[in-house]
Structures are given as structure tokens and as C-alpha cells.
């Protein structure tokens, strides 16, 4: 099968219908910390770990199941995702102990990690041709943040009249509903002979020898901490933080009345807002060097969160934030996906870039868990947030020596 000269194609439609299922589900655990901690009396780690660990076996499970996709297929893939996913949320919902929660939690990240990124952007990065690459790549990115802008409000409204634990009843069969489309998604092999003629160990040597995969490593680890934090943390902790919601101002007026339903909105905000980013972002990897284009990005998310910190919280600088950070937030994702394609090509890129994106996870897992520790310790988070800005910083510096010419990142093998 031919790649598709048509930006827009069943497979990368089909792709972006997974990728909001999996992420609006994935992106609205923050909204549960607050209703699951009260209703067993969880200190915030209990939590907050279940959380991290589904992270961290997000970013294990994602070369493995790039691995089993490029072996079996990736459908067969994605089936299995989903069916470990859905197990993942079934089981957690009937858990009563943080053991259970964080046992299950496993399964959960297995799951996302077969129905998430590393699967779904290498099959449609086969699907593409190279001038559609970059923003094929960013348009599946951004349905990931489509995904975050209904998954975090949906909880919070299921919420309003249904117990937690059948909110995760109702997201586990939105996931199995998954495997109905995935007849329409029909990629095709890889392309370029040299590829074919290349095992999966010497591709994979080639870039772990290669000092600028071990950069871009590095520099998603960054992105792991900021985003996971957020995610798990910031509904909370606009709940706790945040100056109360006016009454007949204009948040008030627009059905936002407390600090907790401002949480959950903020969530959907930093999504709306990132669909735009991500756009541009594959758009700008099309004409400018990528590695300069991640550490802009890394920039402006450090300089975002520690001016949030740094001013006092209310509820226009959450919305302020939200929508700053939002245009940052997954933005790297169709750069670092697209630049580990350009330099490594298309056969095995759903294993090298779910290896790199274990860093991404490692980091996620850091700042989730530092997150509930901190508060458990000092009752808020304000050294995880500078935590997260000194390694944004770091993240902005490391991919400055990353070599982008393909060529040379081969020659180095």
C-alpha cells in the first residue's frame, strides 16, 4: 500500500478517535484525587502513587508494545491495549486499598501505552508521505489534547451523579468501543529498502550509540515531570490554592462556581489551548531546525511556571497559565517523534521513540509522586513546581547539541 499524498486518510482519522479516547480517560485521574482520598481517607501519596506507577508503566510498556506492532502488527497491538487498559480500569474500580489501586494502576499504563503515542504515531508516520510527516504527527498529538479537553470536565460531570467507581465502568467500555474502528486502520509496510534490510538490534544499537538520541532522552524527561505533575496535581491544587470563584463575575456567570469545577476547567483549558500549539508545532517542524524548536519550547514552559508561582493565585492567572502552558504542552511530542524518525527512520520507530519515551515517563512518574509526597510533608507544592522549572530549564540546554542531519547521526554508529 502506497503512502497515502492526502493529508487527511482513514488511518490517521482512525488514529486521532484512539488517541482522544485514551487520553480523555488518561487525563481525567487528577479530577478522582479528591474523591477517593476523602472517601477512604488516603493520605495524597496513596494516590498520587497509584497515578505515578500508571506513568511509569506507560513509558515501560510503550517500546514493548512498538515492538509487539512492528512484530504482529499493529492493530493486534492496539487490540491489546485496549483490553488491558479496560481490565485496568474495571479492577481499580471495585479496589479499596491503595495496594489495589496502585497494583491495577499497571495495567492501566500498560494499556494507555498500547492504545497511545508510540503505537498510533508510527503507523501513521508509515501512512504519511514525508512532506505530510510533521503535521500528520501533530495532528494526532493534538487530538491527544482534544482528549484532555472533554476527559477532565466529563469526569467532574459524572461525577456530579455517579460514584467514582462507575465513572471508571463508564471510561473502561468507552476504551473497549475502540476496537470497532480499528478495521479502518490498514498502515502500510515501511518504505525504504535500506530500512528492510536493517534488524530491529542494529537500528537499535545505531541510536543508542548515538549521543543525540541519548540528548533527546534526556530532554523529554523534562517535559514527563512537568506534564505528569500537572495532570495529577493541578486540579487539586487549584481547589486548595485558588481565591474563591466571585459571584456575578464572569467565571460565575458561565456556570463555574467553585474551585473545583476551575480545576477540572483549567485541565480542559491547558487541552483547547495546546491543539493550536501542536498544529504549529508540526507546522514549524516542516521549516525550521526541530531541535531549536524543543528547546523554545522547554523555554517558554519554564519561564510559565515560574511566573505562576511567583504571582499570587487566583482565578485569572489559573485560566492565564492553563492557556500559556497549554500552547507548550504537547507540542514536543510531534517534534521528538518526528526528529527520532528523521534520524533513525520509519521501521522500528515505534520502539526507538517509545524508549525515549520511557524517559518522558521516568520523569512523569518523578513529578507525580514528588507531588503527593511534598504536600503529605509540607502541605503544598511549591518546591515541586520549582523543581519542575530548574529541570525545564535543564531539558531547554540539552538539545542544543543534538546533530539533525541524518547523515551524521549515522555516522556516528
Known amino acids: 500500500m502506497p503512502q497515502s499524498a492526502r493529508l487527511l486518510n482513514p488511518i490517521l482519522i482512525v488514529g486521532c478517535i484512539i488517541i482522544t479516547v485514551s487520553f480523555a480517560v488518561r487525563a481525567s485521574f487528577g479530577v478522582f484525587q479528591i474523591p477517593i482520598a476523602d472517601e477512604f481517607g488516603w493520605l495524597r501519596t496513596d494516590f498520587s502513587m497509584a497515578i505515578a506507577i500508571q506513568n511509569l508503566a506507560w513509558g515501560i510498556g510503550q517500546p514493548i508494545f512498538g515492538a509487539i506492532a512492528e512484530r504482529i502488527g499493529d492493530r493486534k497491538a492496539i487490540i491489546f491495549g485496549a483490553l488491558t487498559y479496560a481490565a485496568g480500569m474495571v479492577l481499580s474500580a471495585w479496589s479499596v486499598t491503595p495496594f489495589g489501586h496502585q497494583a491495577y494502576a499497571w495495567l492501566v499504563g500498560f494499556g494507555i501505552a498500547g492504545t497511545g503515542f ?3 504515531l508510527a503507523v501513521v508516520g508509515r501512512a504519511s508521505t514525508d512532506k505530510n510527516r510533521s503535521m500528520s504527527l501533530a495532528i494526532v498529538t493534538a ?5 484532555q479537553v472533554i476527559g477532565a470536565p466529563a469526569a467532574e460531570w459524572l461525577l456530579t451523579f455517579l460514584p467514582w467507581q462507575q465513572v471508571f465502568l463508564v471510561f473502561a467500555a468507552a476504551i473497549l468501543a475502540l476496537v470497532l474502528i480499528l478495521p479502518f486502520m490498514r498502515a502500510p509496510k515501511p518504505v525504504a529498502r535500506s530500512e528492510l534490510e536493517e534488524s530491529m538490534g542494529q537500528i537499535l544499537g545505531k541510536a543508542l550509540r548515538d549521543p543525540s538520541y541519548a540528548l533527546i532522552a534526556l530532554g523529554f524527561f523534562s517535559c514527563g515531570y512537568q506534564l505528569g505533575f500537572i495532570t495529577a496535581h493541578f486540579p487539586a491544587f487549584v481547589t486548595e490554592m485558588c481565591g474563591p470563584i466571585q459571584p456575578g463575575g464572569v467565571l460565575h456567570s458561565i456556570g463555574i462556581t467553585t474551585t473545583s469545577a476551575l480545576g477540572a476547567i483549567a485541565i480542559s483549558l491547558i487541552g483547547l489551548a495546546n491543539i493550536g500549539g501542536t498544529l504549529l508545532a508540526g507546522w514549524a517542524g516542516n521549516h525550521f531546525p526541530k531541535k531549536y524548536l524543543l528547546a523554545t519550547v522547554y523555554t517558554g514552559r519554564t519561564i510559565a511556571a515560574a511566573a ?16 500559556v502552558m497549554g500552547s507548550l504542552w504537547l507540542a514536543t511530542i510531534p517534534l521528538t517523534s518526528g526528529l527520532v524518525a528523521h534520524l533513525f527512520g520509519l521501521r522500528y520507530m515505534g520502539t526507538l521513540y517509545g524508549i525515549v519515551f520511557l524517559s518522558h515517563q521516568i520523569g512523569s512518574f518523578l513529578g507525580i509522586w514528588l507531588g503527593g509526597r511534598m504536600y503529605d510533608q509540607y502541605g503544598d507544592y511549591t518546591l515541586v513546581w520549582w523543581i519542575g522549572v530548574g529541570i525545564g530549564a535543564f531539558s531547554a540546554i540539552v538539545h542544543l547539541p543534538i546533530r539533525e542531519n541524518r547523515s ?3 555516522a556516528v554508529a
Open 408 to 410: 551524521e547521526a549515522f
Open 143 to 147: 487530538a491527544g489534547s482534544f482528549g
Open 308 to 323: 505562576f508561582i511567583l504571582f499570587p493565585i487566583t482565578p485569572l492567572t489559573v485560566i492565564v497559565f492553563s492557556l
Open 118 to 120: 508510540g503505537v498510533v
